[in-house]
């Protein structure tokens, strides 16, 4: 027979506490044999013909010799592992030749720019190709993470989820470093109020210190997240690409549905698929980067701020939540989601619902309710924190930030509790805090001068 989902529905009591957390508690004592398994050696290539072709090619070897046939549909991955390694090739080829032209020096770096823009033939193509890129890669790399999220399609791949768990935070870090490049006002006030949010991390004077090269940024700080950006970080980013598409190989492919076999040869249906999706994307972020200019504005001014300074899309849901407080939206808010990333494949030990979105029907209602829930409390938490200012006698105990983490809590007790599921209680934590960068993101967006909230149609004062 099928097994049953990871997640029955049970009623609350005793008799529905006692299966979540006997089973957390078997998880904690099995943690020694997880981290035996995370570095296990993986599938053996299977000895049929297939593998002949598969090893003659370099890009061929990089697959699986077969691969299971519901990793071949669309829904199951949307290919976005795909697109996110496409942007990355993009993002190499153009910043080889805008390295051609580039100079990284104050004096310098914003003429380079101007040249890129205007002189150059197609180099407004390149820059805005390189933009375009960069952008799409960070959100593809969130999604893709999601994807493998939601799809459990880290059991039995810890290794990898690692691996995987550390490309997004190099790719976050890779568009940070190359934000300040073109040295404009935009760009310069966004690494300032993006550097100084580290103040408010354990250690991190000492870091913003170590990136800027001193306590403000100058031409130290470009020189140094010039080296980050075209050495420094592509070299951790390609090794750390390897390793995970070497560990999924070794995996034998992607993970499919409930102990799925592998029969589907890798060539033609895999590579050709793959080949085609390639191709589409690299024909649409070149005509959107002949129709689009990258923006570039002043020229950066050290002694005239921006009002708002604004971090990048990204980092813009952080600079919210430290708004509302420095320890709770700065330090728990991103360190809380990030150890639950990384403990999931640690404590979810179950084996069924790999490969299904949610691992069923009970865990696609577990995560349409909580995520319902927590869309509607951050934006009501949000409206009150705005037309309020929030409670001045406990601001760091009352704000969005600290309502959200304590949410998150409650949503993994009591989906767990209720399913009976390590793996859904803590999908119902990580899809609140979900929510919360989504709210605080959109809030921060409509930020305009002294932060204060102006949706999208109203204009700014003095505008």
């Known amino acids: ?47 049929d013909p297939a593998a002949t ?3 003659r090619n370099f890009l061929f070897h990089l697959h699986p010799i077969r691969v299971r046939p519901s990793t071949l549909t669309v829904s199951s991955t949307f290919a976005l592992g795909l697109c996110t390694a496409t942007l990355g090739f993009l993002l190499l080829v153009s910043g080889l030749l805008l390295m051609m032209v580039y100079a990284p020096d104050p004096a310098r770096a914003y003429a380079s720019m101007q040249d890129l823009a205007f002189a150059l033939p197609g180099g407004g193509v390149v820059r805005s190709l390189h933009r375009l890129a960069a952008h799409g890669m960070v ?26 768990l550390g490309l997004l ?15 404009d006002q935009r760009a310069f006030w966004a690494v300032n109020v993006s550097t100084s ?22 031409a130290e700080s470009l020189l140094r997240f010039y080296a980050l950006h075209v050495a420094i970080l592509p070299a951790l980013l390609v090794g750390l690409l390897a390793l995970h598409l070497w560990r999924i190989r070794k995996d034998g492919g992607l993970a499919g549905r409930d102990n799925e076999e ?40 050290p ?22 407080s420095a320890l709770a939206g700065g330090v728990l808010l991103p360190g809380i989601l990030l150890g639950l990333l990384a403990l999931l494949p640690i404590l979810d030990r179950r084996d069924d619902g790999v490969g299904r979105p949610f691992s069923g029907p009970a865990g696609r209602r577990v995560f349409l309710a909580t995520i319902a829930i927590a869309l509607a409390a951050g934006a009501a938490l949000e409206a009150w ?79």
């Open 1 to 47: 027979m099928r097994p049953s989902g990871p997640a029955r529905p049970r009623r609350a009591g005793s008799e529905g506490m006692s299966p979540f957390f006997r089973e957390l508690a078997s998880a904690l004592r099995a943690v020694p044999e997880t981290m035996r398994r995370v570095f296990h050696p993986g599938a053996a290539p299977a000895g």
């Open 53 to 55: 072709r598969m090893r």
């Open 139 to 164: 959100l593809c790399a969130g999604l893709h993470l999601l994807r493998v999220l939601f799809y459990s399609a880290y059991r039995r791949r810890e290794l990898n989820w690692f691996f995987g």
């Open 169 to 183: 935070l190099l790719t976050a870090a890779l568009s940070f470093t190359g934000y300040l490049l073109p040295w």
């Open 197 to 218: 949010m580290l103040e408010h991390v354990p250690g991190g004077d000492g870091l913003r210190s170590m990136l800027l090269g001193g306590p403000e940024i100058g």
């Open 262 to 301: 592998a029969s589907v040869p890798a060539w033609p249906h895999l590579v050709l698929r793959e080949a085609l999706v390639f191709l589409a994307i690299v024909l649409a972020l070149t005509i959107l980067s002949a129709l689009w200019d990258s923006p570039l504005g002043p020229p950066a001014d």
């Open 303 to 324: 002694h005239r701020p921006d009002n708002p300074e604004k971090a990048p899309w990204y980092f813009v849901w952080i600079q919210e939540a430290v708004s509302h």
């Open 385 to 463: 924190y705005i037309t309020t200012g929030g409670w001045p006698a406990h601001p760091d105990l009352v704000n969005p930030s600290t309502g959200m983490l304590a949410l998150a809590l409650a949503a993994w007790i009591v989906a767990g509790v209720w399913t009976g599921s390590v793996r859904l209680g803590m999908f119902g934590a990580i899809a609140v805090l979900l929510a919360a960068v989504l709210v605080f993101t959109i809030s921060g967006v409509c930020r305009g001068p002294d932060w204060r909230f102006f949706w999208p149609w109203e204009e700014w004062p003095g505008v």
